[in-house]
């Protein structure tokens, strides 16, 4: 109802537009969206930085009456300011959204929501339901079951296995509870469980530590491909390469790479795709050129990537 | 003389008691590899934090240390990567990429140091700046991913990291000639004393005819060279450098040379202490990973807690001293 009306006051605008001058009566009302998300702080943020800007780049040439605002933010309080600056300055008519954090930003973006504008959230939900149109996010807990069920398949009852955290949030704690989840009741044994912070140089540092720690280690789930690049060197840094494999996660270009070539340090990798972000940009986009109708919620799954599939997995031009 | 020599004693007492702590909670924590791990990874933050001794002491201070060696790997990786071809898959590319490293954090000290002595800003704003400039250029370089060196390139350099004499690996080596010269550069050189004067009254140094600007452009132009060169170092573990390489070593920096007793209001620098800072920090996270004592979450906490006892201790110490 609320988009209804808002439709309504554009067109009056437009009205208003063709009779201050009769050139602006030819072009289509324009729109604006906002694309509000983090800055390229790791690997996976830099991936999905590139595929926004790629498709505001795509969507742009395709649609030329949509403009868009595009902002990145190092911290929650910076992307709150990014979205007030939004709708005070440029009056976006929607917003794609990927909340730094879900407290401090649920407040700025219902705000919007209850402006009349178009809201899309991506990956990390509000944390009151019912604020967005539309909720583009990959799957978490799909992420670590699917990762969990290919240690409890493939591993030997009795195996011992070590895991590396992600930065503490609720997003970690859904991968890594899904993935105990899928294990249990397997003999399958965690000896510890650690937080690499998503960052290759912590992920060394702990995946060094745990060599030292423990003299059997039969796999290693790094959860995350950066931290599965850090795991690799110190093992291979310690010599122990034949002992275990490293599953990691999000599908990095060198990583997928590695799978392709078959290399049996690398068995697998699940996705949770940074490209996530242009489902949602497109979406968004959709909903004011076309009638499809583009609320509700869009949950994009989690594969497993094997020798065989992966080629359909790699992009060589993407940064991550 | 004996109460200075307790309350100097300070910062080995905490480290002795972390290795019997260490000891005591696994048996692998004094095995070789352990011990070559916890020094080489001191290593980068080792020998910039000496560098910052000297800066802090001269009544200076270098937030831009941790994004400057990120800019420099960066770089460090764009030009080998750029040379490859031309140069080949040999040690001359390696010798460029070290070159561009250690010449690229010459220039960086000596912006740093130019902007603070020439153009008389503080200190704090001047590389707070800086810092945000070398973390946002190496992201743009690495196009917000990640910037990796050629596979060949890196095979033919991960021995600078990974090798050495036996256990002694390079980074254990470097780390501890730059803690030697360091030391020795504080105490018995003139440099030394100049800094430690201008540290604790630049304006009574400057009367006593030391040229107090040029004294502090060199310590941040030195500091900048160690950047470098822990980058030299650096680049070879992973191969690669991005948005997120380097991140709060500035602090652990800072935190290692106040931890040494060096003064953060400047005056006195010591350069071995700063050494046992960084060691005592390396090790605190290599326990708690070895041992699991508390939930991951309070890793960060047991870390503050020790590094406010330490100077805590040396405190109270002093002030029995001035009493």
Known sequence: MKRRSLMKAAALAATFGMTAGAVFAQEAEKKVIGVSIPSATHGFMGGLN????????????????????????????????DIEDMMATRNIDGLVVLPFESEPLTAPVAAVREAGKFVTVVDRGLSQEGIENLYVAGDNTAFGRVAGQYF?????????????????????????????????????EILDMQHGNWNRDDAFTVMQDYLSKYPEIDAVWAADDDMAVGVLEAISAANRQDEMWVVGGAGMKEIVKRIMDGDKQLPVNVTYPPALISSAIEMTVLNFMSNAPMTGRFIIGSQLITPENAQQFYYPESPF | ??????????????????????????????????????????????????????????????????????FLAGLAIIAMNAVLPSVGENWGT???????????????????????????????????????????????????????????????????????????????????????????????SRFGRHVEAIGSNDRVAKYSAIDVGR????????????????????????????????????????????????ALKG????????????????????ILNLADLVSPYLNGAIQGVIIVLAVVLQREKRTADER
Request: aromatic share 8%; no cysteine.
């Open chain 1, 50 to 81: 590139w595929h926004a800007q790629d498709t505001i780049k795509r969507m742009g040439e395709a649609y030329p009456n949509i403009e868009f605002v595009l902002s990145t933010a190092p911290d929650a309080a910076k992307q709150v300011s």
């Open chain 2, 267 to 286: 005056g006195t620098g010591r350069v071995w202490g700063t050494v046992v800072g960084v060691l005592i920090l390396s090790l605190i996270d290599n």
């Open chain 2, 215 to 262: 004294v502090k452009l060199m310590t941040y132009l030195l500091l900048g060279l160690l950047v470098g060169l822990a980058t030299v170092l650096y680049v070879p573990r992973l191969g690669s450098a991005s948005g997120s390489t380097g991140v709060l070593w500035e602090l652990e920096a800072i935190a290692a040379v106040i931890i040494g007793g060096t």
């Open chain 2, 1 to 70: 003389m004996k109460r200075l020599d307790l309350h100097t004693l300070g910062p080995i007492v905490a480290l002795v008691a972390l290795v019997i702590l260490g000891a005591l909670l696994n048996s692998s924590f004094l095995a070789p590899g352990n011990i070559t791990n916890v020094l080489a990874r001191s290593a980068f933050i080792g020998m910039i934090a000496v560098g910052m001794t000297f800066v802090i002491t001269a009544g200076g201070l270098d937030l831009s240390v941790g994004s400057m060696a990120a």
């Open chain 1, 152 to 188: 409890r398949e493939h591993l030997e009852p009795g195996s011992k296995i070590v895991v590396l955290r992600g930065i503490p949030t609720t997003l970690d704690n859904e991968r890594v509870d899904a993935f105990q989840k899928a294990l249990e009741g397997s003999e399958v």
């Open chain 2, 94 to 188: 390696i010798l460029i990429g070290m070159g561009v490293a250690i010449l690229g954090g010459l220039i960086a000290g000596y912006v740093n140091g130019a902007l603070i002595t020439k153009a008389k800003i503080e200190p704090f704003i001047v590389t707070l700046g800086t810092m945000g400039i070398f973390r946002s250029l190496v992201t743009w370089l690495a196009d917000g991913g990640t910037l990796s060196l050629e596979y060949g390139l890196r095979t033919l350099y991960r021995p600078v990291y990974y090798g050495g004499i036996g256990w002694i690996t390079w980074p254990i080596i470097a780390f501890a000639v730059v803690a030697i010269v360091g030391e020795l550069m504080m105490r018995h």
